[in-house]
């Protein structure tokens, strides 16, 4: 063993029998986990608030022996397993031909991190089942936990893995189950359900993340909310398809986690292969869920390769909403000078550059540049792009296929499907029904692996591309290779389609849309710079759709951009105010044809650009912070610096309100002794219709000047916004002397 006794300060080493070394104990910013080895399985103790530097004797609190159960106690370990009397969820099925179906996995090394590394790997093995299991673990500064196992078929036959999970043990005091569903234009909704005896399951069977994937699946004391509680919370970083799931037995005891949800028979290991599980990221807050966001956001911002670390997040144009599939040079470059007179930094050309697509219906797969459209290529735009100081970006769609497509007819066989093998003059046998009419380039197929590379890479070293739309616009139903699902393997097909590409053009931006926010999770956020969250761009919508969207993805990651007035997935419309109240608090930008504003709208634009500009640097590091706001037609989120400096809130109505006056809306999240300026900003130069009021409150004109305690315990009161308005409150650490306006007070 090397350091079985990691992080475990020398008085607290709880006595242990010479076979089991002593319990480990990872402690990092504010989390511990801690498991115990007397039963010779790694047994699951704890997961959440730091326990502090010292132990108790762990060998005096084994749990009871009820009637009418084991003649032991039952022990949770980190693969549950029946073999040691566990009766809820296993965290291994697999078998070998039918046989070996119920494990005995058993510690045989427990290797920790260096120093004040909190991590360790742990190794079991069943000899008799013929397979070892490598769990590695990481707790990461912010509190962050990751989990994976790999697992290696030692036998002399195949293995076949049904399912492998990560789980977690939650405290007694977990009583509400929290999670996110959703559709196409609607995605990541919460929704809350009580907490009883038995499984909540939440399966993804799409191929992809899919839109009605629980990007977070929450659990808690009754009630928690964004600023109070005790909330436990798992994300699996996977693409494909999934389960998360909260399971409670009949002793009481609670887990939360999640694996892979695998195909009939998807990953069967040859002898000497292996299985490795996707990272399970968990967190644990005693603060709500604003504590859970913190600790995905520093993990985030911790990484080497994170966007930010390089330059600030430059403002998008991309030009779906304003030309769809007609892409005609005039009217591009036109577009071009537009956006870099309004001061944006990246222009993107969307879908309909390529062989034969004019509409939806062909050219997937011929990622040429259509010789009929761009007889020069795409050169001149590019360097009108360029020329005008910005980046310039494409969209691609390369893991799909259009049956009337140049691939498609010379390599049907290249289509996935559930058939069985291929000739290379037709498909063989049934196709998938069309999706969006169109099919899934299997990519598990070497040979079409090469292909997308060829011209991808091609497209990438022979123009001035900075940036990629990487699109998926359909669900993988029926995703099979030679016969056999596929879903694992196209999904670890498409993570080293992008790894590639990345080393062989490391200056180039990936951002993953898929139908919007149908691709949203941190195994393809490892490979990627941003996500699209969703396809609508309606503001109202999108409230709610990066809210929650941002519970685990900061907002520099999450594309966000003003769409039109009228917005085209929901005729809603909006002022161009609400619109850029809503699209700053992400990684902003326009979709939007802004040829033909009228000047004050242009200049309503530009300042809003530059507004989302002056903060971009707050807004892409600090803390989220969201409100418990009692009034439901009311929403209030901020993100306030590290230091407690300066922090920028949006106050929102989503609806009208029971009450005539908002009343005082407080400030959470501030340093309550730092005094505060607060002042109203607003993105554009008028709010005509933002308030119903015959007159502001009395600090809206001038601002006010308060502490941190009283922004936080009393609030301010705030102008009576109509529906589907907000305003922007700036908040700067205020300068000597009295409190501007104050009213001087006696402490008693």
């Not at 049904?162 to 977690?168: D, K, R, T």
């Not at 009630?223 to 996977?238: M, N």
């Not at 498409?494 to 898929?514: G, Q």
């Not at 009228?598 to 989302?612: C, N, T, V």
Request: charged residues 20%; hydrophobic residues 40%; glycine residues 12%.
């Amino acid at each position: 063993m090397n350091n079985p006794d990691l992080n475990l300060a020398p008085e607290s080493r709880t006595p242990a029998t010479p076979a089991a070394p002593a319990p480990l104990y990872l402690r990092r910013s504010g989390t511990a986990l801690l498991l115990d080895f007397r039963t010779g399985e790694p047994a699951l103790l704890h997961f959440g608030a730091d326990l502090g530097p010292e132990l108790p004797d762990l060998t005096l609190l084994t749990d009871p022996v009820p009637h009418s159960a084991l003649d032991v106690p039952v022990t949770l370990g980190l693969v549950p397993q029946a073999s040691s009397g566990w009766r809820g969820r296993p965290g291994l099925r697999g078998h070998r031909g039918g046989t070996a179906f119920s494990p005995r996995l058993r510690l045989v090394s427990v290797d920790a991190g260096p120093g004040d590394d909190a991590s360790a790997v742990l190794t079991q093995a069943d000899p008799d089942a013929g397979i070892t299991v490598r769990t590695e673990l990481r707790l990461n500064d912010g509190g962050l936990l990751q989990l994976r196992h790999t697992l290696v078929n030692d036998g002399g036959s195949p293995y076949t893995v049904e399912e492998l999970a990560a789980v977690l043990p939650m405290g007694r005091a977990a009583a509400e189950v929290l999670d996110l569903t959703g559709r196409w234009c609607r995605e990541s909704h919460p929704q809350r359900l009580p907490l009883h005896q038995g499984t909540w399951v939440r399966s993804g069977r799409h191929g992809r993340t899919g839109h009605d994937a629980s990007l977070l699946l929450a659990a808690g004391t009754p009630g928690f909310g964004y600023r109070h509680g005790q909330v436990w919370a798992v994300h699996l970083g996977w693409s494909g398809n999934h389960e998360s799931f909260v399971d409670t037995t009949g002793d009481g005891r609670t887990v939360i986690g999640a694996s892979e949800l695998l195909g009939s028979s998807e990953v069967t290991l040859a002898p000497g292969e292996s299985y490795e599980t996707p990272w399970l990221f968990a967190a644990y807050s005693d603060e709500g869920l604003d504590g859970i966001t913190a600790a995905f956001y520093a993990w985030f911002r911790a990484r080497p390769h994170h966007p930010t670390a390089g330059k600030p997040r430059p403002v998008v144009l991309n030009v779906w909403e304003a030309v769809y599939f007609d892409h005609r040079l005039p009217a591009l470059l036109d577009l071009a000078a537009s956006a870099a007179a309004l001061g944006v930094e990246r222009y993107v050309l969307d879908d309909g550059w390529f062989r034969g697509r004019r509409n939806d219906t062909a050219g997937l797969g011929d990622w040429y540049v259509d010789e009929d459209l761009w007889p020069d290529g795409l050169t001149p735009l590019i360097d009108a792009v360029t020329g005008h100081g910005m980046e310039f970006g494409l969209w691609v769609e390369p893991e799909m296929v259009n049956e009337d497509s140049d691939l498609a007819r010379a390599h049907p066989d290249w289509i996935a499907g559930p058939a069985t093998g291929g000739s290379g003059n037709g498909p063989a046998g049934r196709l998938p029904e069309r999706w969006r009419h169109q099919q899934v380039l299997d990519l598990v197929n070497p040979e079409a692996w090469q292909y997308i590379y060829d011209r991808l890479d091609a497209l990438l070293s022979g123009n001035r591309i900075s940036y990629l739309k990487w699109d998926q616009n359909r669900d993988l139903t029926e995703m099979g290779h030679d016969g056999r699902p596929s879903v694992h393997a196209q999904t670890r097909a498409v993570y080293r389609l992008l790894d590639a590409l990345r080393e062989a053009h490391p200056d180039v931006e990936i951002e993953s849309c898929s139908s919007g926010g149908a691709r949203v999770d941190l195994g393809i956020l490892e490979r990627t710079d941003r996500v699209w969250g969703s396809d609508c761009n309606d503001a109202l919508e999108r409230q709610t759709i990066q809210r929650w969207t941002g519970m685990v993805v900061p907002p520099e990651l999450v594309g966000s951009h003003i769409g039109p007035t009228r917005s085209h997935t929901t005729a809603r419309t909006h002022d161009l105010s609400f619109r850029a109240v809503t699209a700053l608090f992400g990684h902003f930008g326009l979709e939007w044809d802004i040829r033909h504003l009228e000047p004050a709208e242009r200049d309503e634009l530009a300042g809003a650009i530059a507004l989302f500009k002056e903060y971009r640097g707050l807004l892409h590091s600090g803390r989220m912070v969201r409100a418990d706001e009692p009034d439901p037609a009311l929403r209030l989120h901020g993100v306030v610096a590290h230091d407690g400096g300066e922090a920028l809130f949006a106050l929102v109505s989503v609806a009208t309100s029971f009450a005539e006056t908002p009343g005082r809306v407080c400030l959470p999240g501030l340093d309550p002794d730092t005094r505060y300026r607060v002042e109203a900003v607003y993105p554009a130069a008028t709010d005509r219709g933002a308030y119903l009021q015959t007159a502001p409150p009395g600090w809206l004109a001038g601002g006010v000047e308060a502490t941190g305690r009283f922004l936080a315990g009393s609030g301010l009161p705030m102008p009576v916004l109509n529906p589907e308005h907000g305003v922007l409150l700036s908040v700067r650490r205020a300068g000597g002397g009295a409190p501007h306006s104050g009213t001087p007070v006696r402490n008693s």
